[in-house]
């Protein structure tokens, strides 16, 4: 593509020369004063695609017509409801089929893992995030390790950065794993920060963590459908992920987790159980004893969430037409075009807090507003723009390459020209 320009001319030809334009289509967009919102929020709840619509009638016709019998009959039969999301997500998490499972909520399946791979010993208990982490994370860490008789001041080790700066530098997180290598069980790093946008070095901080003896462990929030990731190759114990973001699969959808096959093929690894984990030759004999599948869904609990899970069956149908990689390299050109774009408003006194380097950001920049964040944000939704505010001072735009374009990007910028 030829060098960026502030123009609307330019950000046309660059959605007419974009292979993946016509996907957004394919979305409900919200609508202001009669016209379709710029909406670069789908690092916070996804876009509804159109598809939706039918895929959940599907589901409403087989129980009316078929009642419990839809468990074995119709479009999708319930039983095996959850296995539909598996391959297109082990594609986008870049996993086996079997390391794979939907299921709860995120923060839900951020305990269970907890619960199986957070084994603290009294003198290896510590367990590692960055500092700031989403607070639902803060929260389960907090009580885990309450849950397991340590005190958080003690066994949470929170990662900062160095004074003056927004980010976390890959070295610093090196050198901490190797100063509490005697000490540390488990390493629960956001791989994407959801204040600052940054995106972590995954296959070197596992590395790392299991080198000191320590379980890798992620959440893949910011993460999920936005870079694609190799998590069986990059050797990550455990991973857990939303869908409601750039999945779009619906407010408060079904979670996503994985499990490395080095751990979901042994069975004798702890897990609250429940009949759904069980394997399926002896679930219905409806016998004590708990045998779990030899893969990610052994730690399925309970029968599978059909009407939390059909929206995103059908968003990643799309992600399967538009292939996770083509929707990297749009999207980098997307931020890439913001940044440009932003760098041209002199006037509105920000600072871009994301990494200016492509390889550590996904979709989102991160605008940091030393005065008025709050009062401008509440001017850009008035203006027809959708993006949301994080104390203290964060305006956060994320282009969500699946539905946003190029033409998005520089009406954004227009308005932000003429209006602030």
């Not at 379709?36 to 959940?56: D, M, R, T, W």
């Amino acid at each position: 593509m030829a060098p960026f320009e502030a123009s609307l001319d330019y950000a046309r030809k660059a959605d007419q020369a974009d292979a993946l334009h016509h996907f957004k289509a394919q979305f409900h967009f919200p609508h202001h004063n009669g016209k379709e919102v710029i909406y670069f929020c789908g690092n916070s709840l996804g876009l509804q695609p159109k598809s939706a619509h039918a895929a959940i009638e599907t589901e409403l016709k087989t129980w009316r017509e078929q009642a419990v019998g839809g468990y074995f009959n119709g479009a999708n039969p319930w039983l095996y409801y959850q296995d539909y999301c598996k391959p297109a997500l082990a594609k986008i998490m870049g996993a086996s089929n079997e390391e794979i499972t939907v299921m709860n909520a995120l923060t839900v399946n951020m305990h269970l893992m907890m619960l199986s791979f957070y084994k603290p010993t009294p003198t290896r208990y510590k367990i590692m995030l960055e500092a700031g982490a989403f607070p639902s994370d803060q929260y389960a860490v907090e009580t885990q390790a309450k849950h397991h008789g340590f005190n958080p001041d003690d066994a949470i080790i929170e990662i900062f950065p160095r004074a003056g700066e927004k980010t976390l530098r890959t070295e610093d997180i090196l050198q901490a794993i190797e100063e509490h290598k005697d000490s540390l069980a488990l390493t629960i790093f956001g791989g994407i920060n959801y204040y600052t946008g940054q995106f972590f070095d995954i296959p070197t901080i596992t590395k790392a963590a299991q080198a000191a003896g320590a379980i890798a462990g992620w959440d893949l929030a910011h993460v999920a459908g936005n870079i694609p990731l190799q998590l069986h190759d990059w050797q990550v114990d455990f991973a857990i992920w939303c869908s409601y973001k750039y999945l779009n699969a619906g407010p408060g959808a079904v979670g996503g987790v994985f499990v490395h096959n080095k751990h979901a093929q042994q069975t004798d690894v702890n897990r609250m159980a429940g009949w759904w984990g069980n394997d399926e030759k002896t679930r219905f004999k409806m016998e004590k004893g708990f045998y779990a599948k030899p893969d990610a869904s052994g730690w399925n609990i309970s029968t599978a969430q059909v009407f939390n899970t059909v929206c995103l069956k059908a968003s990643l149908e799309l992600f399967d037409q538009a292939d996770i990689l083509a929707l990297r390299a749009k999207s980098i050109q997307l931020t890439n075009y913001l940044e440009f774009l932003l760098q041209q408003l002199p006037n509105l006194q920000f600072e871009i807090i994301t990494p200016a380097d492509p390889a550590q950001r996904g979709a989102q920049l991160s605008l940091y507003f030393p005065n008025n964040g709050k009062a401008i944000h509440q001017k850009m939704i008035e203006s027809g723009i959708i993006v949301d505010y994080r104390e203290p001072g964060v305006i956060r735009v994320a282009p969500a390459p699946l539905y946003c374009s190029f033409e998005d990007v520089y009406i954004f910028y227009e308005i932000l020209k003429t209006n602030f």
